[in-house]
């Protein structure tokens, strides 16, 4: 909750699926595939999943920072991380499915958008295609809408806040890396629409992809304690 408005389009990608699909979102914030599996998040995932769940795996952002703890590279221990959870999965009767990352609100001084992580699309999509994995390019969508709409157009779908325009951050906070609900229910359209165009699932586990508008109480952030008990808990190994 103190994080809001931050939002995950993971966190709102149940807003396009059938009531009765359960989504189970084990994102984490700052994680990159080298922490979330070297950390025993991973571990819990697969210790958990059952023939016929998905595994829907996004990654490229923290994976390309310099710090050495956190960083992969694209071509090389990158691709090897991935497939630790495609063959997780697989071993255990459940479907992989490979999402780049939305770009960021990346515009420089003349409103271009410059490219920021392809390295990491580009070997995620060669991965995917060496292991007969479904791929959405999140990323290459985005980045033409992020286009198309300019620094101001697409300033709404990111945490750019004013002072006192929102409580957790009284004195504004600007952060072009992370969505708000706007923008994570646009990204979280796109992956349920592909994930029926491309009959990843079936068209029948899908809803509302043509809906133009949620009410503010469809987006909802669990209150700190919870977040942390969940987040300790969905981790095997290391913490």
Not at 31 to 57: C, E, K, M, V
Not at 126 to 154: H, K, T
């Amino acid at each position: 909750m103190s994080k809001a408005p931050m939002t995950g389009w993971g966190q709102v990608l149940h807003l396009f699926l059938a009531p009765e699909m359960e989504v189970v979102n084990c994102a984490r914030a700052g994680a990159s595939t080298r922490t979330f599996s070297d950390r025993g998040r991973l571990d819990w995932i697969l210790a958990n999943i059952r023939p016929g769940d998905y595994l829907i795996a996004s990654f490229g952002i923290n994976d390309g920072k310099p710090e050495e703890w956190l960083r992969t590279e694209a071509y090389g221990d990158f691709p090897v991380y991935l497939r630790r959870f495609i063959d997780g999965a697989r071993e255990r009767n459940a479907h992989p499915v490979l999402v780049s990352p939305p770009e960021r609100d990346t515009h420089d001084v003349h409103g271009n958008l410059p490219q920021s992580i392809t390295e990491y699309v580009m070997a995620q999509a060669g991965v995917a295609a060496e292991c007969s994995v479904p791929f959405i390019d999140l990323y290459g969508q985005s980045r033409d809408w992020w286009s198309d709409l300019g620094p101001e157009g697409v300033r709404p779908f990111f945490v750019h806040l004013e002072p006192n325009e929102h409580p957790n951050y009284p004195e504004g906070f600007h952060d072009p890396g992370h969505l708000v609900p706007a923008g994570a229910i646009a990204c979280a359209r796109y992956v349920a629409y592909s994930l029926v165009a491309e009959q990843i699932i079936p068209a029948h586990w899908a809803r509302d992809l043509d809906r133009g508008h949620f009410p503010p109480d469809a987006v909802t952030w669990l209150d700190d304690a919870t977040h942390e008990a969940l987040t300790r808990a969905r981790t095997l190994g290391k913490g």
